[in-house]
């Protein structure tokens, strides 16, 4: 069984998306995918740019994952690809998250459980 929730992270930090698919070009597009382990992937939905200067971008993502992947290793996986960056908010099934190894694994307990 294939369980999905969407991930919204405003940051300031144009490489996010790239480095979130890891694609063959260095380019993005809405619907492109990673697959992080065996049956868990992340799509990219698209971004919103916000008005005026200095604000964050907001990407959004589908994130589908299966029974094999655990909360653990998930978490841990966006929590690498958050760290260093300047990342303003992280919304895990519409509901916000700190942006700690911790707090993303906790949520996203409640997909895989």
């Known amino acids: 069984m294939t369980e999905s929730t969407t991930i ?12 979130l698919l890891d694609p063959d070009e ?35 993502w589908a994130l589908q994952f299966g029974t094999s ?12 690809q958050l760290t260093g960056r300047d990342v303003e908010s992280l919304e895990i099934g519409g509901e916000e998250v700190d942006v700690d190894e911790d707090s993303i694994q906790t949520k996203l307990e409640q997909y895989l459980d």
């Open 8 to 19: 919204r992270i405003a940051a300031r930090d144009r490489m996010l998306a790239v480095d």
């Open 26 to 60: 260095k380019r993005v597009e809405t619907g492109m995918s990673n697959t992080i382990d065996g049956d868990t992937k992340i799509t990219y939905q698209g971004t919103r740019i916000q008005k005026g200067v200095g604000g964050p971008e907001i990407s959004e």
């Open 69 to 80: 992947v655990s909360a653990g290793l998930l978490g841990n996986w966006i929590y690498d």
